[in-house]
């Protein structure tokens, strides 16, 4: 896309919006108060708001490679504290996508430079499931399982984080795990059993 031209759809945008409402950009300037915090990936082709047909000030987006929620990352641990203590969200979501490149990346024997420790956190993940996903002689099959399974950990990560502990004990907050088909448009609930995984793991994790 053109440089100059985004410029162009940016007026053609302000002027849409104030014709059907004179007052938007007042509006909007006002406050924030989503109930939704979204974390997905950084992928050109998904886009949060649109697949979930919201509107500016309804949901709070964090995008990374992957849709990663690593305890290591100051930058979505400062969203997840935002969003959860001070916005005060009643549903954090984690969507991947199938078709992930990260993903893809991860799965493969390679030296991606810089992104290495990055990958690494979805290589854990293939390491932990690595009893299902052996299984799955299919490779693109074993692909989107990979990608589930990634949006799997990375809610059980934000479970783990005071904040969501904290937030669980004093008001409803629900944590959703998604994938986005791109070939369909569909967005995908995964039903996780978060009670029968977090029995597991809460003994150790269990901060608050």
Not at 142 to 162: D, H, M, P, S
Not at 179 to 193: A, E, H, M, N, S
Request: aromatic content about 8%; glycine content about 4%; hydrophobic content about 40%.
């Amino acid at each position: 896309m053109n440089i100059d031209q985004i410029f162009a759809n940016n007026k053609v945008w302000i002027a849409e919006k104030l014709k059907v409402d004179p007052e938007y950009f007042n509006n909007l300037s006002l406050r924030q108060s989503p109930e939704i915090l979204y974390i997905g990936c950084s992928d050109s082709r998904v886009s949060a708001e649109e697949l979930m047909g919201a509107k500016p000030g309804e949901v709070f987006v964090h995008r990374n490679i992957a849709n990663m929620v690593p305890n290591t990352d100051l930058s979505v641990m400062s969203v997840i504290n935002y969003a959860v203590s001070y916005l005060k969200v009643k549903h954090v979501v984690v969507c991947g996508h199938y078709y992930c490149n990260g993903v893809k990346a991860a799965m493969q024997s390679q030296d991606m430079g810089i992104l290495n420790p990055w990958l690494r956190n979805i290589r854990d993940v293939y390491r932990i499931h690595h009893n299902e996903l052996d299984t799955i002689v299919d490779e693109e099959l074993r692909y989107k399982r990979l990608v589930e399974l990634n949006v799997q950990e990375q809610c059980i990560n934000v479970l783990k984080t005071a904040d969501v502990q904290k937030a669980y004990k004093e008001r409803t907050l629900t944590v959703n795990g998604w994938v986005f088909d791109i070939q369909t448009g569909q967005l995908i609930d995964l039903k996780i059993d978060f009670d029968k995984i977090l029995q597991k793991i809460m003994e150790i994790y269990r901060i608050i």
